[in-house]
């Protein structure tokens, strides 16, 4: 049950390792003394557990129990206590308790240094969790001096793109932008940004879903503090193409879900798609490994390096076997480039990111309304053509008002009040599509790719500096990632024609009686008799589609006789009257 337990805790499912390590505590207590070493490691266990889900006076009951056990049966210098000590340490640092944190973490690091090799792993960690505590609590040239004496250990001791070395890295950047050092703080965080992205791009196939997501959500604040860091006017370019390799995970997930399926036809491509995924698992095992000594760290990059280059000749050869997975496979290593080719040059494409802006600490000294993190919204706009590469960076201020008064006007929407519609139409105008508008050049086809609320937000009724709505001014389209922007320009290649219809657009709840009935006629009278049918129906059963006439705005042109014509298209007796259709 205990092993059970810890399985689901690696695989980020709480509640069910919670179940099966409680179970194994019950069994334990029974059948053992209640000072038992495995007792103490089931509450040390449950402890963790309560420390990943944010629950940290159940984390602190459950460790200082296991630690008061520990206390008795072990030596005063075992790595059982040290764990105990860190992780005890850890929890208080969490809750905000500094000077008791950094009790606990000093008293782990010093029997670590009594009976552990001087480059082992845990001391650099050791001196990491320290480092950090010290920035926590100000004393920035403290912090500075043990995140480097930690990022030296790590270096000789563990593989290049460890996500270890990725966090000091990470670390370092925030601790030197403390401190006002700007330059220092841009490269330590691009160091750290760029390990990030190979390591999420390195393990993603090999964990399931809930890991995947917590892995992202867990590493992002990388990502965020490169955006901090980075945004002078000559960064957009570098920034979306960190962007893109972020947004490359979702990928990475949809091409290991894919991955069934396309081995499911083919046996060849099951066992390689198999063995890669074996092999992308023995990688994440010797990740987590810590070698003792330096002979053994050598040996681990060694086989980290023959692990990497087998999973690299199994893509090529999956690639070889599959076109869709080799179509798929190459949108994760999509550029700016690639984006910029297959955008038409009069379109613009506006991305949208929500992230949590770092206030440095010499920020904040400056201006003591200002927030350690602030969440705001970034757009980075890519205009189609000439100087496609030449990406603008919009900052969009007070995410948490924006996603209000989207909320707020889809609730203005549902009840028909067109006046109080109105004022969070023209708040959203003003502070979300102006800024963006600046940027688009011109462009008269736009294409959203939406984060946050901003995804349930119609851009088409937002309105432009001339009081239009856009949707009288521009053609918007909808992406879930930028990326989409390829796979469309390759699927036109394959067909230059073709047509989508497009029905239910809703102004208000006022169905138009008349139109209703004129369409129904049509229909029993001219349409029913081509087909030599007969039928009773409704509007909605017949198209799919009901036909509403707006309060304060008239019908748009031709609306009735389109929607008649395309009918009779798609029920005309002869299929070669009809076009062809595609999405």
Same mark, same amino acid.
């Given at each position: 049950?205990?092993?059970?337990?810890?399985?689901?805790?690696?695989?980020? &499912?709480?509640?069910?390792?919670?179940?099966?390590?409680e179970?194994?505590?019950?069994?334990?207590?029974?059948?053992?003394?209640? %000072?038992?070493?495995?007792i103490?490691?089931?509450?040390?266990? *449950?402890?963790?557990?309560?420390?990943?889900?944010?629950?940290?006076?159940?984390?602190? #009951?459950?460790?200082e129990?296991?630690?008061g056990?520990e206390?008795?049966?072990?030596?005063?210098?075992?790595p #059982?206590?040290?764990n105990?000590?860190?992780?005890?340490?850890?929890?208080?640092?969490d809750?905000?308790?500094y000077?008791?944190?950094?009790?606990?973490l000093?008293?782990?690091?010093?029997?670590?240094?009594?009976?552990?090799p001087?480059? +082992?792993?845990?001391?650099?960690?050791?001196?990491?969790?320290?480092?950090?505590? /010290?920035?926590?609590?100000?004393?920035?040239?403290? !912090?500075?001096?043990?995140?480097e &004496?930690?990022?030296?250990?790590m270096?000789?001791t563990?593989?290049?793109?460890?996500?270890?070395? !990725?966090?000091?890295?990470?670390?370092?950047?925030?601790?030197?932008?403390?401190?006002?050092?700007?330059?220092?703080?841009?490269?330590?965080?691009?160091?750290?940004?760029?390990?990030?992205?190979?390591?999420?791009?390195?393990?993603f196939s090999?964990?399931?879903?809930?890991?995947r997501?917590?892995?992202?959500?867990?590493?992002?604040?990388?990502?965020?503090?490169?955006?901090?860091?980075?945004?002078?006017?000559?960064?957009?370019p570098?920034?979306?193409? +960190?962007?893109?390799?972020?947004?490359? #995970?979702?990928l990475? !997930?949809?091409?290991?879900?894919?991955?069934?399926?396309y081995?499911?036809?083919?046996?060849?491509?099951?066992?390689?798609?198999?063995?890669?995924?074996?092999?992308?698992?023995?990688?994440?095992t010797?990740?987590?490994?810590?070698?003792?000594?330096?002979?053994?760290?050598?040996?681990?990059?060694?086989? *980290?390096?023959?692990?990497?280059?087998? @999973?690299?000749?199994?893509?090529?050869?999956?690639?070889?076997? #599959?076109?869709?997975?080799? =179509?798929? +496979?190459?949108?994760?290593?999509a550029?700016?480039?690639?984006?910029?080719?297959?955008?038409?040059?009069?379109?613009?494409?506006?991305?949208?990111?929500?992230?949590?802006?770092?206030?440095?600490?010499?920020?904040?000294?400056? &201006?003591?309304?200002?927030?350690?993190?602030?969440?705001? /919204?970034?757009?980075?706009?890519?205009?189609?053509?000439?100087?496609?590469?030449? *990406?603008?960076?919009?900052e969009?201020f007070?995410?948490?008002? @924006?996603?209000?008064?989207?909320?707020?006007?889809?609730?203005?929407?549902? =009840?028909?009040?067109?006046?109080e519609?109105?004022?969070?139409?023209?708040?959203?105008s003003?502070?979300?599509?102006?800024?963006?508008a600046?940027? $688009?050049?011109?462009?008269k =086809?736009? /294409?959203i790719?939406?984060?946050?609320? $901003?995804?349930?937000?119609?851009?088409?009724?937002?309105?432009?500096?001339?009081?239009?709505?856009? @949707?009288?001014?521009?053609?918007?389209?909808?992406?879930?990632?930028?990326?989409?922007? @390829?796979?469309?320009?390759?699927? %036109?290649?394959? +067909?230059?024609?073709?047509?989508?219809?497009v029905?239910?657009v809703?102004?208000?709840?006022r169905?138009?009686?008349?139109?209703?009935?004129?369409?129904?006629?049509?229909?029993?009278t001219?349409?029913?008799?081509l087909?030599?049918?007969?039928?009773t129906?409704?509007?909605?059963?017949?198209?799919?589609?009901?036909?509403?006439?707006?309060?304060?705005?008239?019908?748009l042109?031709?609306?009735?006789?389109?929607?008649?014509?395309?009918?009779?298209?798609?029920?005309?007796?002869?299929p070669?009257?009809r076009?062809?259709?595609?999405?």
């Amino acid at each position: 049950l205990y092993t059970i337990g810890t399985v689901y805790m690696q695989m980020s &499912d709480y509640p069910e390792a919670l179940t099966y390590l409680e179970d194994a505590l019950k069994i334990r207590k029974k059948t053992l003394p209640p %000072d038992h070493p495995d007792i103490a490691s089931s509450l040390y266990t *449950i402890g963790q557990v309560y420390q990943d889900i944010g629950d940290y006076p159940k984390s602190l #009951s459950y460790l200082e129990k296991a630690y008061g056990i520990e206390q008795k049966v072990l030596p005063p210098e075992h790595p #059982s206590i040290a764990n105990s000590l860190y992780t005890i340490g850890q929890v208080y640092q969490d809750i905000g308790d500094y000077p008791k944190s950094l009790s606990y973490l000093e008293k782990a690091y010093e029997i670590w240094q009594k009976v552990l090799p001087p480059q +082992h792993p845990d001391i650099a960690r050791s001196l990491y969790t320290i480092g950090q505590v /010290y920035q926590d609590m100000g004393d920035y040239p403290e !912090a500075l001096t043990y995140l480097e &004496d930690s990022l030296k250990i790590m270096k000789k001791t563990l593989p290049p793109d460890h996500p270890g070395i !990725a966090g000091s890295y990470d670390m370092l950047g925030m601790v030197n932008s403390d401190m006002g050092k700007t330059a220092e703080s841009r490269k330590y965080s691009k160091q750290g940004v760029t390990l990030m992205e190979q390591h999420i791009n390195h393990t993603f196939s090999a964990l399931n879903e809930q890991q995947r997501i917590n892995l992202v959500r867990e590493k992002r604040f990388y990502f965020d503090k490169y955006l901090t860091f980075f945004d002078t006017p000559s960064d957009p370019p570098d920034n979306y193409r +960190h962007l893109l390799r972020w947004k490359s #995970s979702a990928l990475v !997930a949809l091409l290991s879900e894919r991955e069934a399926v396309y081995s499911g036809n083919n046996p060849e491509l099951k066992k390689l798609f198999d063995e890669k995924n074996k092999l992308v698992k023995d990688y994440n095992t010797l990740l987590n490994s810590k070698p003792e000594n330096e002979k053994e760290a050598e040996k681990l990059k060694q086989d *980290i390096a023959v692990i990497q280059n087998d @999973i690299a000749g199994l893509e090529r050869k999956i690639s070889a076997l #599959s076109s869709d997975y080799r =179509k798929t +496979h190459a949108l994760t290593t999509a550029g700016v480039k690639d984006i910029c080719k297959a955008l038409p040059e009069d379109t613009a494409m506006v991305d949208f990111l929500k992230y949590d802006r770092y206030n440095s600490a010499h920020l904040r000294e400056k &201006d003591k309304n200002l927030r350690r993190w602030e969440e705001r /919204y970034i757009a980075f706009v890519i205009n189609g053509g000439k100087g496609c590469e030449d *990406i603008s960076r919009v900052e969009i201020f007070e995410a948490a008002r @924006i996603d209000s008064m989207i909320n707020e006007l889809h609730a203005a929407l549902s =009840k028909g009040d067109t006046n109080e519609m109105r004022g969070y139409q023209g708040f959203l105008s003003m502070n979300l599509w102006s800024p963006i508008a600046e940027k $688009i050049k011109g462009k008269k =086809k736009i /294409y959203i790719v939406p984060d946050g609320a $901003i995804a349930k937000l119609p851009f088409d009724i937002l309105l432009d500096s001339d009081n239009n709505m856009l @949707i009288e001014t521009l053609t918007i389209g909808y992406l879930d990632l930028p990326h989409g922007i @390829i796979r469309m320009a390759d699927r %036109d290649k394959k +067909h230059n024609s073709g047509f989508i219809a497009v029905g239910g657009v809703d102004f208000d709840d006022r169905i138009d009686k008349n139109a209703e009935e004129k369409l129904k006629s049509y229909f029993q009278t001219i349409i029913m008799p081509l087909n030599g049918e007969d039928t009773t129906f409704s509007i909605s059963e017949l198209a799919g589609v009901t036909v509403r006439k707006g309060k304060n705005s008239s019908p748009l042109p031709n609306t009735y006789v389109s929607l008649f014509e395309t009918c009779l298209l798609y029920t005309s007796p002869s299929p070669r009257d009809r076009t062809r259709s595609r999405m």
